[in-house]
Nanobody
Framework: EVQMVESGGGLVRPGGSLRLSCVAS????????MSWVRQAPGKGLEWVSS????????YYADSVKGRFTISRDNRKNTLYLQLNNLETVDTAMYYC??????????????????RGQGTQVTVSS
């Protein structure tokens, strides 16, 4: 059974930083490109960032480019997202997911792999 356990969220002021983690199990993590997606209050899921299985190249939504950094440790089956210079619009529940396809600077993800409870990021002064 595919499981994703996200952690690392919290309440921060604008300009602050957080590091999110996602521990995956139930599949061969090192074989999959992975993504972070988020859901703001009252909105649908939004793709944020993706990283190839070998951590060779990261893709980012324009809204987070230059502020967020995705990484992974295949030995630990863990995906990370470093969030810097946070803005109030970044407030959302963050989830990890399997990536389906990346092209022209953006990616799609498998919505059925959004299995975890998510981790809440709240940016407020």
């Amino acid at each position: 059974e595919v499981q994703m356990v996200e952690s690392g969220g919290g309440l921060v002021r604008p300009g602050g930083s957080l590091r999110l983690s996602c521990v995956a199990s139930g599949f061969t993590f090192s074989s999959y490109a992975m993504s972070w997606v988020r859901q703001a209050p009252g909105k649908g899921l939004e793709w944020v960032s993706s990283l190839g299985s070998s951590a060779n190249f990261g893709y980012y939504a324009d809204s987070v480019k230059g502020r967020f950094t995705i990484s992974r440790d295949n030995r630990k089956n863990t995906l990370y997202l470093q969030l810097n210079n946070l803005e109030t619009v970044d407030t959302a529940m963050y989830y990890c997911a399997k990536t389906l396809h990346c092209d022209f600077g953006s990616c799609t993800y498998d919505p059925q792999s959004v299995r975890g409870q998510g981790t809440q990021v709240t940016v407020s002064s």
